[in-house]
Structures are given as C-alpha cells and as structure tokens.
C-alpha cells in the first residue's frame, strides 16, 4: 500500500479543543462511553514520510467491526493498538508486534495498574503514539513509527477512513467496548477472530474465545449447584468519570459468569438488556437492599462516602457486614481477565461448599497467565486492587 501522504494534507489544520486523559473513549475509570478523535497540535506541520511500500506486499481484504472494507498486509510485523485496543493485541500473543503505546497506558496512576501493563511493563518504554483513547492522535509519531496495520477501538466509519486517509495507514475498528449480554459478547468473539486472521493469530483467538467459555461453563455449574442464590450489588460502575453507590451495572460480567441476583437485572426491573453504567435513585437501591456489596476497588473512596449517609446504614450488605473490594474490571476500558478472576472470588463468597476447592488468588494468577502471559495478582495486591474484605462503619 502506498504510505505516501497526499500533498493536499500535508499540512492539517490544528484543533484547539483539549481534551483531557480521563474524559478519553470511556476507558478509564475516570472516562467518558465515547468520544471523537482529535488532532492534536503536533498533527499541524505533518509532512510526507515519502516512504514507499513494497511492491511486492501482499494483500487481504477484511470487513472491521465498523462494516468498512480495509485492505490490510497479509504478513503484518508492526502494528498499533488504538483506543483501548493494546489489550487484546496482548492477549493473542504478539506484543512484540507492538511498535507504540498511549500516554495513558505508560502512566503509573492508569496504565501501570492494568493487568497487561503490569504482566509486560517493557511496553511503558515504546514510543508515544497517542495521548489516550479516541482523542489527539499524534499523526507524525505514527508516521516515524511506520504501522503496517492500526487498531482503533468503537469509532465511526467515517472516522476510521479520515484517519486512513491520512496517514495512509490500513485502519481496522475493532470492538473494545462492555462484555456481559449475548450481544456483546458474541461482538467481541468477531472483533478478536478478526485481529486473529490480520495478526496471523486465529488459532489463539480461537483459544481466547473457547478458554472464557469453559471459565463461564464452571462457574455456572458451580453456582447453579447451590440451593442459595442471596441478591448482590455492585455500586460505583465506571462511566463518564469514576462513581458512587447509585451507579450500577444490569449485566455485570462477574454476575452474569455466576447467574446471580442482581438487584439491577433488567429481567427484574427493566434498568437495561446490556452491560453498561446506569444510575439509580437512591429510594430504588434501598428498596432493592441487596444483601451483598463487591465494589471495584477504584470507585471504593467514592462509593464508602456515600455510605456515610445514615439512610443506607440499614441496607443488609451493610448490617451484615458483607461488603468486598475486586479488582477493576473496567479500568481503560474491560479487562476481560479480570471480569473472569471476581467472579471466582464472588463464588467463594457467595456459595463457599461450591468453591471449596477455589483459592480466588490462586485462580486469578492463572487467568492473567492465560490472557496476559505473566502473573500479577501481587501487584495488583500492592496497588490497593486485590480482592478485600471491608469493614463499614
């Protein structure tokens, strides 16, 4: 493919709206469900590379998970994850295709406590190619990098093809988004069969797709087993910034792996058909009064000063001393791994006999193994996301 940019864009005009970091593509758990790429200040001088592709590439033709027709290389060695979308490049095994990062994803307070950072912290060191998310991309750096293929999570086909043009750069949208309903999930298993047949990896997203089946096969079964089924909460879902008690999810992976009640199931109350943040009234939580509480450790500051207030100090999770911290399933966007290790700790918890056999630390490091390639539980331990039994007074 030719990579030479058109002489009508070499200059692109600066837009002056900034964006910040933590109101980026809904990735973060300070973040926003969407929004629109920006070019960046830098992008505003962006001359031609003149770098000629080889004549002697060849080509396939796939459809993204935007219905775009994108010619990518048939032999792709460098490659971009855009958007929350280095993850999954992770997952299937070819982080040494990986030839830039975002910001976002090399800083302590975010990228340094997601599991695929943490299992592979040698990706902080690669070049900055974006500032975070869906906004500001740094065209020129993506240039020097020289992709031959881009990843770019949930964006409009529109979008997708302006960046294409560009930079002259096959750009593939993907699904990055919420797991957790039927819809989703089946979206997902596309979009990483999809990154499998460009990254020359479908045998391994095969694998990917299979292994989370069978993680949700034994959950189930285990859980299904019990002749308890108490009702649970998880309050301070992540969406448009970090959120408190009344901010919940109606398809909660780890509760949807379990079949548990879910106060906010839409099947009881109508919230919603998907995984997603919704927020409730605080007379609809005490009314649900869920009998246990599993917060994510990001929104725990949050959702315990909520708790503060004497109208939830009879709530049963709170009486009865049955409120437990998990690690961030939605921390720059959805750590499918994670989704997977709370809900073996939630099992514990919930149906002990079922899980007898079950350390959920244990379980965890072997899931991170799987999808990440090392174990990280310890350090995610270290940075306040473990797994937690709290105390409310």
């Given amino acids: 493919m030719n990579k030479t940019l058109k002489k009508s864009l070499v200059t692109i005009l600066s837009i002056f709206a900034v964006v910040t970091i933590v109101m980026s593509c809904g990735c973060t758990?300070?973040?926003t469900e969407s929004s629109d790429i920006k070019n960046n200040d830098e992008n505003s001088n962006l001359d031609p590379k003149g770098l000629d592709a080889d004549k002697n590439t060849e080509f396939i033709t796939v459809t993204d998970m935007a219905g775009r027709t994108v010619q990518v290389p048939k032999k792709v060695d460098r490659t971009i994850g855009l958007a929350c979308t280095l993850r999954e490049i992770v997952y299937l095994g070819v982080k040494d295709k990986v030839i830039g990062i975002e910001e976002v994803e090399s800083d302590e307070k975010i990228g340094m406590r997601m599991p695929y950072m943490l299992a592979n912290p040698e990706l902080a060191d690669l070049p900055i190619v974006n500032k975070a998310g869906k906004t500001q991309q740094y065209y020129e750096r993506i240039l020097t990098a020289n992709p031959d293929v881009i990843f770019l999570g949930n964006q409009e086909a529109e979008i997708a093809d302006d960046m294409q043009e560009k930079l002259q750069i096959p750009v593939v949208v993907?699904?990055?988004?919420?797991i957790g309903s039927k819809e989703q999930n089946a979206k997902y298993d596309q979009s990483l069969r999809l990154m499998g047949k460009i990254l020359d990896k479908e045998e391994r997203a095969n694998e990917i797709i299979d292994k989370m089946k069978e993680y949700e096969a034994d959950l189930m079964s285990r859980a299904s087993k019990s002749d308890?089924?108490?009702?649970?909460y998880i309050p301070g879902r992540a969406y448009y910034g970090t959120n408190g008690l009344?901010?919940?999810?109606?398809r909660w992976p780890p509760f949807e792996y379990l079949g548990t009640n879910n106060r906010a199931n839409n099947v009881a109350y109508g919230v919603d058909n998907v995984s997603k943040g919704v927020s409730v009234s605080e007379e609809q939580l005490i009314n649900w009064n869920p009998e246990y509480m599993f917060i994510p450790s990001t929104a725990f500051k949050m959702v315990e000063k909520d708790l503060?207030?004497?109208?939830?100090?009879?709530?049963s999770a709170i009486k009865n001393d049955n409120v437990y911290k998990v690690p961030p399933f939605r921390l720059y966007s959805y750590n499918k791994g994670t989704a997977i290790a709370d809900a073996y700790y939630i099992g514990?918890?919930?149906y002990p006999d079922q899980f007898a056999d079950i350390d959920p630390v244990e379980k965890a490091d072997e899931i991170?193994?799987?999808?990440?390639?090392?174990p990280v539980y310890e350090e995610m331990s270290k940075k306040n996301l473990g797994f937690e039994k709290v105390n409310i007074k």
Avoid at 368 to 374: A, K, L
């Fill in 29 to 31: 758990s300070e973040a």
């Fill in 174 to 178: 993907v699904h990055a988004t919420a």
């Fill in 228 to 232: 308890k089924n108490p009702s649970v």
């Fill in 246 to 250: 009344t901010t919940t999810d109606p």
């Fill in 308 to 315: 503060e207030k004497p109208e939830f100090k009879e709530l």
């Fill in 348 to 350: 514990k918890i919930l």
């Fill in 368 to 374: 991170y193994i799987f999808f990440n390639g090392n």
